[in-house]
């Protein structure tokens, strides 16, 4: 877990058409979603999806998913930690940290830029400090930490279409391997890939393109689930669609990073609607 979300921005890659002479019928308006991508057939009979689909993908090859805020509801754990922590040592003048200035500064950036964020004038303070932080979490994550609502439906899908999958996570080792154990996912994912451990952590891309060149995936058959702005900017810059996940952040904010959507947990509609017009393109590309 760690500091402000950094300021890389690429342009999000507009899906091109895809084949398929599937008729659009009455079922797709019956879905808001769908009616929302706005498709257009074109003379050729193709169907052109706009950025809000998945259905470039096809044949999807992986999905790689955020631990913290996306496979389980942590953040208000992290939140507690930190606020009480810093009140303790009269951060702020002793005033509690606000949820919000945690979601707009802390939540779901690197250890040692948080350590920065916090204490700028005493860096090896501040690395003791989350230090210290992370473990206070770990304690608190074995009696409360409960998965995102549908996490079992989205990984029972995953799992029987074969799909490759990992953990992209800027969480330090420890932590992203106690969630990972307690929601009973420690044999789900192919890979764990750590923040510290790349060259650079989110928002930089190097964590989600580590993660495809573990899994010997391409950026162009695989897709992210997201719950923070700089995790989102890292997908976006790795130049693969992210579903945002808004839980306990900003959805203002998650969209200023460019999701492809956001959903509020799995068992949004809206996922599963964008999930069953990929598999469609998926069986006309066969």
Not at 223 to 251: H, L, Q, Y
């Amino acid at each position: 877990m760690a500091a402000a979300a950094g300021t890389l921005h690429l342009r999000l890659l507009l899906p091109p058409c895809v084949n398929t002479h599937h008729s659009l019928g009455s079922s797709s308006s019956s879905v808001p979603f769908l009616s929302s991508i706005n498709r257009t057939i074109s003379r050729s009979g193709h169907i052109c999806c706009s950025k809000g689909s998945l259905a470039r993908l096809a044949p999807l090859e992986a999905v790689l998913f955020d631990v913290d805020g996306t496979l389980c509801d942590s953040d208000l754990l992290h939140y507690y930690a930190f606020r009480e922590m810093l009140q303790e040592i009269g951060y702020n003048g002793g005033t509690p940290i606000t949820e919000e200035f945690y979601s707009e500064n802390i939540s779901g950036t690197h250890d040692e830029d948080c350590a920065v964020f916090l204490f700028p004038d005493d860096r090896e303070r501040g690395l003791k400090f989350v230090e210290d932080k992370e473990a206070m979490f770990r304690k608190l994550a074995k009696d409360q930490l409960k998965p995102l609502n549908g996490l079992n439906k989205v990984i029972k899908w995953v799992e029987s279409r074969g799909l490759k999958r990992a953990a992209v996570t800027n969480a330090p080792r420890p932590n992203a391997e106690l969630m990972i154990s307690m929601l009973g996912l420690s044999d789900f994912f192919d890979a764990v890939i750590i923040g510290s451990e790349c060259e650079h952590g989110k928002p930089h891309p190097d964590p989600y393109l580590e993660g495809l060149e573990a899994l010997k995936a391409s950026k162009d058959h695989t897709f992210i689930f997201e719950d923070s702005v700089s995790g989102i900017k890292a997908g976006v810059a790795a130049e693969m669609p992210v579903i945002g996940i808004t839980n306990r952040n900003s959805e203002h904010l998650l969209m200023e990073a460019k999701p492809t959507f956001l959903i509020k947990d799995y068992d949004d509609p809206k996922l599963w609607a964008a999930l069953d017009e990929l598999e469609k393109a998926g069986a006309h590309s066969v």
